[in-house]
């Protein structure tokens, strides 16, 4: 099973600072949420992290106020989502139309919300959801774009950005296009948008 919630803004900036390839921690000021990815990796842990804040490439123009950044999106680099543990259904637990299967892996994903009687923020789930280990990638941004709609109600635009060697199925497979490509302190970057309806 995978679990998606929102984490301390500290702790996902230290994850970016172990596991990233090639980026380092995104200023803190410059962070408007974090997610945490949780897993069967085997045994359950946090797996990987996103960030989203404010865009680094310097918007213009009437949206500049309404687009936000998936800024980092690293995992735990032994982390293979391929090997995801699956469901494997018994002869006393025989599969029902929709039920998880070998093929398919169930999300929970997480909210903190502030209940009567408690001291602390709980974790309410607030969606549950269904991908393949092939679409685990292109799912967790999927989910970047349920929180960034329940968070900000005035973004109309998500961007990101990879290195121009680097594959990006996942991104394109999550519905981004990519609109410029360009070179930054010596590498060639692809930016790749996404309209949030």
């Known amino acids: 099973m995978i679990e998606i919630q929102p984490i301390n803004k500290n702790d996902a900036n230290y994850y970016v600072g172990e596991w990233h390839r090639h980026n380092k921690p995104v200023p ?3 962070i408007s949420f974090a997610l945490g990815v949780f897993a069967d990796s085997p045994g359950y842990q946090l797996v990987g992290v996103i960030i989203v804040g404010q865009p680094c490439g310097r918007p213009t123009g009437a949206d500049k106020k309404r687009i936000l950044e998936i800024r980092r999106v690293c995992f735990k680099p032994e982390f293979n989502h391929l090997r995801l543990k699956r469901w494997h259904p018994r002869e006393d637990n025989q599969p029902y139309p929709g039920s998880p299967t070998l093929r398919n ?20 789930p607030i969606a549950y959801d269904m991908t393949t280990p092939y679409k685990f990638p292109s ?19 998500l961007w990101t950005y990879i290195l121009k060697k680097e594959n990006g199925r996942y991104i394109k497979e999550a519905g981004y296009v990519c609109d410029k490509v360009f070179k930054r302190r010596n590498r060639w970057k692809r930016r790749f948008v996404k309209e949030i309806k």
């Open 28 to 30: 803190f000021m410059q």
């Open 105 to 124: 892996l169930p999300i929970v994903i997480y909210e903190r919300q502030k209940l009567k009687g408690f001291d602390d923020d709980c974790q309410i």
């Open 139 to 157: 799912k967790v941004l999927e989910i970047v774009e349920l929180f960034t709609k329940r968070y900000f109600k005035n973004i109309t635009k």
